[in-house]
């Protein structure tokens, strides 16, 4: 079982930036890819970028070159961090953004979400 809690959205000015955090934990060592999906009112969620244990990331064409994603790879502790900066925001509905995690155990996979972040952009 893993637990995501998301936090850092909020209000923000067109052109500024925002720094989204995630913390998973639970039974984090078995975490795969980690990744944030958004979602605007009416629309389905989509991919916004996600990060490979090793440390691969990749993004959605819209946010490339303004997002970056990472994450703390470090296991000795009880909880892991993916964290997502957010640079020249545009002005759009607001969005919840949902951090996700893949877990693999013995061959199985599973999605796990958090409860999601609102980001509101003002024009």
């Known amino acids: 079982q893993v637990r995501l809690v998301e936090s850092g959205g909020g209000l923000v000015e067109s052109g500024g930036s925002l720094n989204l955090s995630c913390a998973a934990s639970?039974?984090?060592?078995?975490?795969?890819?980690m990744g944030w999906y958004r979602q605007t009112p009416g629309k389905e969620r989509d991919l916004v970028a996600f990060?490979?244990?090793?440390?691969?990331?990749?993004?959605?064409?819209a946010v490339k070159g303004r997002f970056t994603i990472s994450r703390d790879s470090a296991r000795d502790s009880a909880r892991m961090t993916v964290a997502m900066q957010m640079a020249s925001l545009q002005p759009e509905a607001p969005a919840v953004y949902y951090c996700?995690?893949?877990?693999?155990?013995?061959?199985?996979?599973?999605?796990?979400w958090g409860q999601g972040t609102q980001v509101t952009v003002s024009s």
């Open positions: 996700t995690a893949y877990v693999t155990n013995n061959g199985d996979g599973h999605g796990w």
């Open positions: 990060i490979t244990p090793g440390g691969s990331a990749k993004y959605a064409d």
């Open positions: 639970g039974t984090i060592s078995l975490i795969r890819t």
